[in-house]
Each structure stands twice: as C-alpha cells, then as structure tokens.
C-alpha cells in the first residue's frame, strides 16, 4: 500500500539467492530473530488444569510451558539442571505435583524449583532455586501465551499489538477454547524465508488459491508493515460465492449467533513478526507459525481456536473454513517449494516483484535492516557473513 516500498527499484529484485542457503546467516537469524523475539506457543487453556504442560522447541532452544499448583502459567528451559536431559519428553501432557527427568530420576516442582535430586546423599547440598529449572521470559497476552528465549527489540506483546484493539476486542481472545492443539507440519525442505515470501502477498490469491478467490478476492487488501505488525484483510465478496465449501461457509456466517452475528464479514491476519500470523475469522481465531529447522527445512506449527459458547452454525462454519485453509496450505506448499527450488538454478537471477507485493518488499527491507549483510549481491567468502554484517551494521 505504500508509495515508497520500492523506493531503490534494486529492492523489487528481492533477496539475494544465497540468503536462502547460507548457514552462517542461518545462525544470525537463529540467534538475532527467532531466540530473540516473541514466540506464541499456545493459548492458557491449552493447559487449563495444574500441571498440565506444553512443549516448543525452536532453533535448538526447547521449552516447556506449564501450569503451577498456584495456577500461574511459566516458562522454562525444558533442560535438566543434572545433565541437560529433556525433563519432558512430550509434545503436551501432565505433570501430577511434580515434574521427574527421565534421565536419572531428578525432580522439579511445577514452579520450576529443585524437588529432589535422585539419591541426595551422593551430591551436595543443593539450593532448589539456583539448581531449579531455568525460566523463560513469558507473557500471556488476550489468553495466549508467548515466550522470549532472549531479550530482544520488541517491546511487550500487549504493546505490539495495542494498534488493533479495535479488530481484537470483539473477538473475546481470553476466553477461547482449543480446537486444534498446536501442531508441525511435515518437514518442507525449504528455507524458512521462502515461506514467509509466499505468505506475505495476496498478489497470487486469484490464480492459485480459487477457495480464497471465491470468498475474498475481489476485495483484499495488505496494509503496510508498522512497528511489528502488518495487517491484511479479505472481505467477502459481494457477489455469490460458486464453491460448495465457499458457499456453504458464507451461508453458515450470515447466520451466526449473536455476538458473532455483528462481526465483520471478513478474514483478518495480523502478521506478528517475523514468523507468526494470527488470524481472526468471524467463527474462529487461528494461528500459524514458520518454524526454521535447518538452513534448508522448516516446518509450519498452527492451531484454531473455537468460541467458548459455540452452537453447531458456529462449529459448521468452523470446519469449513478450517477446510478452506487446509486447501489453501496445500497450494502455498507448492508454490513455496518451486520458488525455493528456482534458487538454485542456473537461470535463477533474482525476482521481480509487483507493486500488490509491496508486503514481500517490506519484509526484506526489514531484514536487511536488521542485516545488512543481505545487501550484498554476491555471497560472502566462507566464515566472513558475520564479520561483514558486523561492519555493515
Ligand atoms: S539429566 Fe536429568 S536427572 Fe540426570
Ligand atoms: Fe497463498
């Protein structure tokens, strides 16, 4: 939407190739993006019961988020104080009064303290807070909950996000109930890059996403990328959808109940840099999550949350529009793939993008801000990438 996105035409080139392939820039980002900005990990009642625990491992950081005998959610590292075992080998589960690594038996209070060592009298004294579990930054934000592995430039969710009070507020976020628990994907071998490129336009929504078309296409627009957010918004169509599954789910939303009866007739995703999108439907909110595995694989973490109330319009509603996306991902993933794979041909001589892809645009412009090194044409010799964007910096 902005004027000035291409303002240095070179910026319509997009990123250079070997930004997609380099590993020395892989843990730059590992360490500068993802360790050190705010990760959504799942909503407080994904875990409504004491002692009930989620998992989330992101670029060798595992943690574990649990709910305490005093109901207060917390962030750790999922990493034994004895020997660096997971204290928790599950994805999500319970822990009943305590938490006992499954490497020698050490066990930890749901707040994180140091219960018990296996056979004491081999050690020595231990102080249950220094030798407890180590804590991770946390914020519950609407309901959801979001961890920082690392201190980093984002001021507080609550902050990031306070520029859409008015889309979230009808939404009644705190009280929504998991539909679908967090869950990855299968492993794409792709750069995580090549993901958020896709997703970060709508300029391909007419010819490759027909479901998105026919609900949406002739009235959506991408706002620009301000402070950490950028917004984009499909309102239905005015005119009738053709798709059984687009038609049906319109059908359903004109007849929700009260008050989601009142909510625009539109999707909504807010982009929360730099991996994460949430997005608000009038029957459900979901999100998803780029999660970079190796320089070249990554994998999509999501989850959808339902109405806490929700009638069997809602739920119906819910599952088209869930089927909506489902079809809508398997297309991306295409897309997704042959663009990562072109980078790799010998043709391959940069892109060219539109000015209806101005998020993609402004994505890089940030990354190269935070970056510089991803200025450079050509890539950089062997164990220099750091030094250089150092220099640059
Ligand atoms: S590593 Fe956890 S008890 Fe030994
Ligand atoms: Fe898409």
Redesign the pocket.
């Known amino acids: 939407m902005a004027d000035d996105v291409f303002q240095n035409p070179e910026d319509r080139l997009g990123l250079p190739g070997w930004t997609y392939f380099n590993d020395e820039l892989f843990e730059l980002e590992a360490e500068q993006l993802f360790r050190r900005h705010w990760q959504l990990v799942c909503h407080q009642n994904d875990i409504p019961e004491k002692g009930q625990f989620t998992t989330f491992d992101l670029v060798g950081e595992r943690a574990l988020i649990i709910r305490g005998e005093d109901d207060v959610i917390r962030a750790f590292h999922n990493l034994?104080r004895?020997?660096?075992?997971r204290?928790v080998t599950e994805e999500s589960g319970l822990c009943k009064k305590a938490i006992v690594?499954p490497?020698?038996?050490?066990s930890f209070n749901l707040d994180g303290s140091l219960r018990s060592p296996?056979r004491p009298r081999s050690l020595p004294d231990l102080d249950p807070v220094e030798w407890g579990l180590k804590p991770i930054e946390c914020e519950i934000w609407q309901g959801f909950i979001f961890i920082r592995f690392k201190p980093g430039p984002q001021p507080s969710v609550k902050d990031i996000m306070a520029p859409h009070d008015d889309l979230i507020k009808p939404h009644h976020l705190p009280d929504l109930m998991p539909a679908s628990s967090p869950h990855l994907s299968e492993t794409w071998d792709v750069n995580w890059k090549a993901i958020r490129d896709v997703d970060n336009e709508g300029y391909h929504v007419p010819i490759a996403h027909p479901g998105l078309q026919d609900l949406y296409g002739k009235d959506y627009y991408d706002f620009d990328l301000t402070g950490d957010t950028s917004v984009s918004v499909g309102n239905f169509n005015k005119t009738p959808s053709h798709l059984w599954s687009v038609r049906n789910y319109r059908n359903l939303i004109n007849n929700l109940p009260e008050p989601w009866a009142s909510l625009p007739k539109a999707w909504h995703y807010v982009l929360l840099f730099p991996n994460q999108v949430i997005g608000f439907y009038p029957d459900s909110i979901i999100f998803y999550q780029d999660i970079p595995v190796t320089t070249g694989t990554s994998q999509q973490r999501s989850a959808s949350y339902a109405r806490p109330d929700e009638d069997r319009v809602t739920r119906a509603a819910r599952h088209l529009a869930a089927r909506i996306d489902e079809i809508t991902g398997i297309e991306d993933m295409h897309l997704i793939e042959w663009s990562y794979e072109a980078m790799k041909s010998s043709a391959f001589d940069g892109i060219m993008l539109s000015d209806l892809e101005s998020g993609v645009g402004q994505y890089h412009n940030r990354l190269r801000q935070m970056f510089p090194v991803m200025t450079c044409k050509d890539e950089p010799a062997e164990r220099t990438v750091k030094q250089i964007n150092y220099d640059m910096s």
């Open positions: 034994c004895h020997r660096g075992s204290v690594c490497f020698h038996g050490w296996a």
